[in-house]
C-alpha cells in the first residue's frame, strides 16, 4: 500500500510538472501523461491490498519514480529492459538500462541529471585517472541524457498529441 501511495504521489507531480510548464521527453512520455491523469489522487492511505493490488495491476499507466538515474519509469512488464520478473508489478530500479522504452524525464530531471554530472566532475578531479576517467565518463552520460531532453522534449500537450 506504501507503494500505491508513492505511484500517486508521483503521478501527482508529473501532473504538476507537465501544468507548470516543465517538457516531457522519452519513449514513455505520451503514456505516462495518460497514466498520471488516470491515476487518482490519494487523499489518505488504501486500507485493503486487494486495493492496492488492483492498482499497481495497470501494467503501463503505474508510475515509478528512479531518482538516481533522474527519471521516471512507466513501467511496463513486457518493454522493461530492467529484467523484472514474470509476475513483477514495479521495475528493478537498480537495473535501469540506458534506452528503456519506459523512461520518462522531465526538465527538472534534466537540471537535476546535469548538476549531478558537474558533481562527478569535481569529484573526478580529486581521483586518480583511472577513477577520474570513469567519474567523468559517467559526468558526461548525465549530462548528455539532458542535452538530449532539452533538444527533443515537447510539451505536455505536444506529447499527449503524438
Known amino acids: 500500500m506504501e507503494t500505491d501511495l508513492a505511484v500517486a504521489q508521483t503521478a501527482?507531480?508529473?501532473r504538476d510538472a507537465a501544468a507548470a510548464g516543465e517538457k516531457?521527453?522519452?519513449p514513455a512520455a505520451r503514456r505516462a501523461l495518460i497514466g498520471a491523469a488516470s491515476i487518482p489522487s490519494f487523499e489518505g492511505?488504501?486500507?485493503k491490498p486487494k486495493a492496492a493490488a488492483e492498482f499497481l495491476a495497470h501494467d503501463g499507466l503505474v508510475l515509478f519514480d528512479n531518482p538516481d538515474a533522474?527519471?521516471?519509469c512507466a513501467f511496463k512488464r513486457d518493454t522493461a529492459l530492467c529484467d523484472p520478473d514474470a509476475g513483477a508489478t514495479a521495475p528493478n530500479q537498480f537495473a535501469y538500462q540506458l534506452g528503456c522504452g519506459n523512461a520518462i524525464r522531465t526538465d527538472s530531471h534534466a537540471q537535476a541529471a546535469r548538476e549531478h554530472?558537474?558533481?562527478l566532475d569535481e569529484r573526478a578531479a580529486l581521483m586518480p585517472q583511472p577513477l577520474g576517467d570513469r567519474l567523468r565518463l559517467a559526468a558526461?552520460?548525465?549530462r548528455a541524457a539532458?542535452?538530449?531532453h532539452d533538444a527533443?522534449?515537447?510539451t505536455a500537450e505536444e506529447a499527449i498529441a503524438r
Do not use: Q
Request: charged share 25%.
Open 70 to 72: 533522474f527519471l521516471l
Open 152 to 154: 527533443t522534449a515537447p
Open 146 to 148: 539532458a542535452d538530449a
Open 12 to 14: 501527482a507531480r508529473l
Open 45 to 47: 492511505a488504501l486500507t
Open 140 to 142: 558526461d552520460r548525465f
Open 117 to 119: 554530472g558537474d558533481r
Open 24 to 26: 516531457i521527453s522519452g
